[in-house]
């Protein structure tokens, strides 16, 4: 503990406590050893969470909000409550975003296995349920000599603030180890400070790349998550107002410009704007930019169908920076695009393409008011909820999701006027997320209000952190959508052919067997009130512009519950797809008319030599 708050970060000359502090839940495997010593470091405060995963969802939030700069350690207890921390721990690695797990571990000395909860062996006696983080994890130790941590601490640091390589990092110490002496040199706990750095890129991979865009008639700029967790948003307009390379946004890159900017397309990729995926679909030159290209970035491979497109990918992951065989500019996004402007001299698109693009632009966010245009006040559609709460908000309020139907309609729908504003866990998309990433969020900015889009699934799969939202006095703003189901994944299911088999909470009929009788009873309302929530329940948008006005006014956290209907959805355009494979065979009919459309948009896959 002692080493961990003595651990600062430090970017652009500006310091940050690297460590906020630790969430966890105590058993036998952490109280004694991790427990004690939180008891006696008041400083280094102890947040007491309800769920292990929630613990990291949080410190995720946090971080990703504090642009990497910052995060939190979460302890667990050994065996279940080490493996409930895999699930965000994936998330976290997939995100690029720093946290520091420190499960507890069995006995080092062994004489008592098998200890409660231990997972035996029969090959090794070197084997934990701990060994299940290894490949999740960019660094993995395993502490059973206390004079391990000397050499093992910096190199926890070094990955959880190093751009190119953080994600989750684990240090599980064995019961018995956590509670011995050792007498560590004193100069380990003296202040170190990480200087986070700015990568400058090869100066002749730099000369290429201006040649090739020099040569672009038809350049975008894909902008990915790297850029916001860079700081280089002003970089990024500067070198677009001067050059007119439009820009695309992908799920974590969106809001690096201004919705209403010009050269604003939006969202790119399967969720993506009608002027990103047309300019995709042409591009010569595409200058992915902190991306990792997933699928729905490139709609499964299908965005890029100009023959000899080329790209350029900045980013400070070497790994990255060569996907689609990319010519790779490895470094700091910021400074890579003030050295790229520089040398562009006087390049810029012809004024037709600016203008195509500024066309784009404006019948996007025409169709946006459509979306967000209030038909009848009665049910709404989704739409109609997102830009209720759009229109409401301030600018720099954050509006925080990561799965279910919601985050498709965010991508297209929500008119960013801020960076941090756009918060989508869309890296693993975790159902269980919102909640307490927001929790993490609004740690991170208390200045701001954090507003939570959350589905049915997703809250029940973890309501539980709003009572540690209420524990710590941090305010979340939760929009519970109620479709009495999984309509992202029941849509889903209907365009493959299989009816929405299985996505809407029903009871099991007893004549056929399946589960299509009455709905369940199910009342999230109550339920979220009974946690301590303060909740309001409303019918129509009249009736949730009210509920936002007035949650506005409450001091704890508030959930506005809505009912909506799934059905009205917002169209895909372009090569708005997403490859989710088909049955090659099958009897239905539904599914076998799904497989031929399915073929047809294979074809259009690429690879990029
Ligand atoms: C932990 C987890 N399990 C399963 C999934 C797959 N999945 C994606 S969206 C979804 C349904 C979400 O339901 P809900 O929150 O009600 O949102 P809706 O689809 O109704 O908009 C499921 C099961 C997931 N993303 N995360
Ligand atoms: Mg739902």
Known sequence: MEYLKNQYSERDGVEHAFFAGCFGIFGHGNLAGFGQALQQSPDFRYFLVRNEQAAVHTAVGYAKMKNRLSTFVCTSSIGPGATNMITAAAGATINRLPVLLMPGDIFAQRKVAPVLQQLESSVSQNISVN?????????WDRINRPEQLITSLPEVMRVLTSPADTGAV????????????????????????WHIPRPRPDSNALNRAVELIQSAKKP????????IYSEAEEALKNLVQKTGIPVAETFAGKGTLPYNDPHNLGATGATGTEGANAISTEADVVIG????????????????????????????????????????????????????LEKLDAYKVDDSYRKRVADYNKSWDEKVALAYKVEKNEIPSQ??????????????????????????DLHKLWRTRDS????????????????????GAKMACPEREIYIILGDGGYLMMPSEIITSLQEGYKLNIVLIDNHGFASIGGLSKSIGSEGFGTKYLYRDKDSGKLEGEQLPVDLAKNAESLGAKVFKTTDISS??????????????????????????????????????????????????????????????????
Request: charged share 25%.
């Open 289 to 340: 930019i902190g991306t990792r290209y997933s699928d729905f970035t490139t709609a499964s491979k299908t965005a890029f169908q100009n023959k000899n497109v080329k790209f350029i990918n900045i980013n400070i992951t070497e790994f990255d920076a060569h996907k689609h065989s990319g010519l790779a500019l490895t470094g700091d996004a910021k400074v890579i695009l003030e050295e790229l």
């Open 170 to 193: 684990t240090l599980c110490i064995p019961q018995d180890v956590q509670v011995e002496a050792y007498d560590f040199p004193l100069e380990m706990f003296e202040k170190r400070v």
């Open 220 to 227: 975008m700029i894909i902008a990915g998550g790297g850029v």
């Open 131 to 139: 060994d299940c983080f290894k490949p999740i994890s960019k660094y």
């Open 544 to 609: 949730f512009n009210k509920a936002l006005k007035n949650a506005k006014n409450e001091k704890r956290t508030t959930v506005i519950y809505i009912e909506t209907v799934p059905e009205r959805k917002m169209a895909g355009y372009g090569h708005a797809w997403w490859d989710v494979p088909i049955a090659e065979v099958s009897e239905s009919e539904a599914v076998q008319k799904a497989r031929e459309n399915y073929e047809e948009q294979k074809k259009k896959q690429r690879y990029f030599f």
């Open 420 to 439: 941090k504003g756009f918060h989508l866990e869309y890296g693993y998309s975790c159902m269980g997320y919102e909640i307490s990433g927001g929790l």
């Open 383 to 408: 739409a109609e909820v997102i830009g209720a709460v759009n229109e409401f908000i301030e600018p720099q309020d954050v509006i925080l999701n990561a799965s279910g139907s919601a985050p498709g």
